[in-house]
C-alpha cells in the first residue's frame, strides 16, 4: 500500500484558475514538505510543517498556500495559476526530532497549466 | 544550494564500470542521505551515513563522509544499467536543499 499519497497525478489547467494538491502520509510522521520540479531542472524546496505549523516558506508568491486539516495532511493551494507554474509537485514527510530525518516522498503531481 | 550540492551534474558510463559522486555541505551535520530519483518518480532514499562513520557500505553503494572537509561521495560498484537515475544529497536537518543533483546514465 502506498504511503504517501497525492492526488491527482496529472492535472491539467489554464492560466488564472485555482487548483488544490492533496498529500496524504500514513507513516505517522509529524512533518510534511512540499517540493516542485521544474522539467530537468532541481527539487525546489517550498514549504515545510511541523505537527501542522508552517515552520518554513521558501516561495516567493503568496499564491501558493499550504493547508493542514489533518496532522497526516498538507494540500497545496495555488491560486491565479500562471504557465510557469507547470512543475511535478512531490510532497514528503519525514519524523522530526530524529537526527537522521529521512524524507519519504510521493509519487508527484504533475502540473500543466496551458 | 544551502545544504547538499553535487559537483558534478552529468555523468555517462559504460555498463560494468564504477563511478564516484560528490558532494560538499555549507554547515554542521551529523547525517548525510544520499536519494536516487528514478525518472517520472520521487526521490528515495538508498544510503545514509552518519558523522560517526567514515564509510558505509549497502550492496554495490559505497558511502564516504569527511567532516573536516563537510563533504561526502557515493561510489556505485560494476554499474548496471537500471543504476541510471539522479542521485541527490542531504544534510537532513530541519529544511531540505537538495543540490542539482547528478545525472547518472549507464550505457549498455
Known amino acids: 500500500d502506498p504511503k504517501i499519497i497525492q492526488k491527482p497525478k496529472y492535472l491539467v489547467a489554464v492560466t488564472g484558475s485555482e487548483k488544490i494538491l492533496i498529500c496524504e502520509q500514513y507513516l505517522g510522521h509529524n512533518a510534511m514538505y512540499w517540493y516542485r520540479q521544474s522539467a530537468k531542472k532541481p527539487l525546489e524546496f517550498m514549504f515545510s510543517?511541523?505537527?501542522?505549523?508552517?515552520?518554513d516558506n521558501q516561495t516567493a508568491s503568496s499564491r501558493f498556500q499550504p493547508q493542514s486539516s489533518k496532522k497526516n495532511h498538507l494540500d497545496l493551494q495555488i491560486t491565479a495559476l500562471k504557465p510557469d507554474d507547470s512543475a511535478t509537485y512531490f510532497c514528503?514527510?519525514?519524523?522530526?526530532?530524529?537526527?537522521?530525518?529521512?524524507?519519504?516522498f510521493g509519487p508527484g503531481t504533475r502540473l500543466t497549466v496551458l | 544550494s544551502q545544504w547538499g550540492e553535487e559537483n558534478l551534474q552529468a555523468l555517462s558510463i559504460q555498463e560494468g564500470e564504477d563511478v564516484t559522486m560528490n558532494c560538499s555541505y555549507k554547515t554542521y551535520t551529523t547525517v548525510v542521505h544520499w536519494y536516487r530519483q528514478d525518472s517520472g518518480r520521487g526521490p528515495a532514499l538508498i544510503i545514509l551515513?552518519?558523522?560517526?562513520?567514515r564509510e558505509k557500505r549497502s550492496g554495490r553503494l559505497r558511502a564516504t563522509l569527511d567532516t573536516s572537509s563537510q563533504s561526502s561521495s557515493l561510489s556505485i560498484t560494476a554499474a548496471q544499467c537500471e543504476d541510471t537515475a539522479v542521485y541527490f544529497c542531504d544534510t537532513g536537518y530541519q529544511n531540505f536543499y537538495f543540490g542539482k543533483g547528478t545525472s547518472l546514465t549507464v550505457i549498455p
Open positions: 510543517y511541523s505537527y501542522q505549523k508552517l515552520m
Open positions: 514528503a514527510s519525514s519524523q522530526e526530532g530524529q537526527g537522521e530525518a529521512e524524507q519519504f
Open positions: 551515513i552518519r558523522s560517526n562513520e
